[in-house]
Every structure is written in structure tokens, then in C-alpha cells.
């Protein structure tokens, strides 16, 4: 997997995906460009082990959106 198929999946802005890797937001939109791309920039080395931290982060957060819709679904079915 490349650094845009990864970052695309992870659903985070350029900002976001900026500050995580003490980067510029202009960096992170050149690293996304294809690699024949004028102006496309390499990620650093070890960008798969910030996106993966990210996608754990993002997944604990998906998860806890599922349980807090999950138990209202079953308030509401109480009542």
C-alpha cells in the first residue's frame, strides 16, 4: 500500500495528517501527489507506523460512535 491509498482510507485532512507528522500541510499534499508528479515529495520513511497509530486512534473513535448510537437504538426500542 502507498502513502495515498493509505491516507485516503484513513479519512484524515491534510491538516491532520500534517500536525501528526510535524509537517506543513503543503508537504502532505505533495507527498500525495503521484510519484511522477511535478512537485511530488517521498513520505518519510516511517510513515506506515504514524498512519497505522492514526488508524487505531480513528478506529477507537469509530468504535465508541457505534456503541453511543448502539444504546440509544435500544433506549429508544425500550420505551
Do not use: C, N, Y
Not at 503543503?26 to 497505522?52: F, K, N, Y
Request: charged share 30%.
Amino acid at each position: 500500500m502507498d502513502f495515498k491509498t493509505a491516507t485516503d482510507i484513513l479519512g484524515l485532512p491534510a491538516s491532520g495528517l500534517a500536525q501528526a507528522f510535524g509537517l506543513e500541510p503543503q508537504t502532505i499534499r505533495q507527498m500525495r501527489l503521484a510519484p511522477d508528479a511535478r512537485g511530488h515529495r517521498s513520505p518519510p520513511v516511517d510513515w506506515e507506523r504514524v498512519v497505522s497509530r492514526l488508524a487505531r486512534e480513528r478506529g477507537r473513535e469509530l468504535q465508541g460512535l457505534v456503541q453511543r448510537l448502539d444504546e440509544r437504538t435500544v433506549t429508544r426500542t425500550e420505551r
